[in-house]
């Protein structure tokens, strides 16, 4: 477990600290519980690394949890445990405590951004530094969206060009824009509670609500747009395919209908090509002759019907013999 006291200032009420807590075991997390009189249902959810953002109040300590933006994140990451990283707040007057599983970058340049503050003077109540926490959580989308809005570029050239492994890089980039439109739209159905909690910071509240708000709707339109690339996508693979279909289908028209020209012809010879003893046909002076007229015969009436029913038109498989 790494302790890092970032704000400390004052002393007995006036006192004001902010304590970042990064990796704690459950016994030491129990141990921070009992030291600061955490309720223990929320200790629980600190120990979930799955949960999603919520908003609780237990008497006067205000419980939050949020979900930012893992920078770390494989580039074929899509499921909000692999995209996202929890952080839960703890915050009453005077202090706030943030607990979570891995070194965020925002939580860094955030309290290397309070020390500062903290050292030049500046008013550090705990309910200021928790919203500039939500805050910062929310923003860290704002990145990941723009980049995967960009490679909607990329991707719709792919659709054009029937590029491999299309569909794919689609999948992943819905899954990523379904992830977002869901944590962002989540983060903003708790912020009615926050705001009914911090009345006196509404202009701030209203900040992060706006923030949260055009991510959101960046991220549906990403959504939107990827849905409508992939189902185009998808016609544009059918109409292929259905194409391919019509010259098979034209191969085997044309083979079919040579099959019917040879398949008497080949009756005939096999016929006159059995050696029984007695085939008077074969003793004919003029049998040879015969068959092969009769073959003509044959091979002209077939033509004579095909082409009275246009099955030997260019869409002659329209048609239909009767």
């Not at 304590?19 to 223990?40: F, G, H, Q, T, W």
């Not at 019917?260 to 005939?268: A, S, T, Y």
């Not at 040879?288 to 091979?299: E, H, K, N, Q, R």
């Amino acid at each position: 477990m790494q302790v890092d006291q970032v704000i400390d200032i004052g002393s007995g009420p006036n006192r004001s600290f902010w304590v970042d807590i990064e990796n704690p075991s459950k016994a030491e997390l129990e141990a921070i519980a009992a030291k600061y009189r955490l309720p223990y249902s929320a200790v629980q959810d600190c120990l979930d690394a799955e949960h999603l953002p919520k908003f609780e109040r237990f008497g006067d300590l205000n419980f939050i949890i949020v979900r930012s933006y893992d920078e770390t994140a494989a580039a074929d990451s899509d499921t909000v445990q692999e995209l996202t990283r929890k952080v839960a707040l703890f915050e009453s007057e005077g202090f706030l405590i943030t607990i979570h599983r891995v070194k965020q970058n925002f939580l860094e340049a955030l309290k290397a951004e309070w020390r500062a503050k903290s050292a030049a003077g500046d008013l550090c109540k705990s309910n200021i530094v928790m919203l500039s926490v939500l805050s910062d959580a929310i923003k860290t989308f704002e990145g990941p969206i723009i980049r995967n809005r960009n490679l909607l570029e990329d991707f719709e050239s792919k659709v054009f060009r029937h590029a491999g492994e299309t569909l794919e890089d689609g999948y992943y980039l819905k899954r990523r824009a379904s992830t977002f439109k869901r944590m962002l739209r989540m983060t903003l159905d708790i912020l009615p509670g926050v705001t009914a909690e911090y009345k006196d910071e509404a202009s701030t509240l209203q900040d992060v609500k706006e923030m949260g708000e055009r991510l959101y709707f960046y991220a549906d339109e990403f959504f939107d747009n990827i849905t409508n690339l992939l189902s185009l996508y998808l016609s544009l693979s059918s109409h292929r395919m259905s194409a391919a279909s019509h010259k098979t289908n034209e191969v085997m028209r044309i083979l079919t209908v040579f099959s019917v020209f040879f398949m008497p012809l080949n009756l005939i010879t096999g016929i006159y090509g059995m050696n029984f003893e007695f085939m008077p046909e074969l003793k004919w002076r003029r049998g040879y002759p015969m068959a092969i007229f009769f073959m003509i015969l044959v091979t002209f009436s077939i033509w004579a019907y095909f082409n009275r029913k246009g099955v030997l038109e260019a869409n002659g498989d329209e048609h239909k013999l009767g």
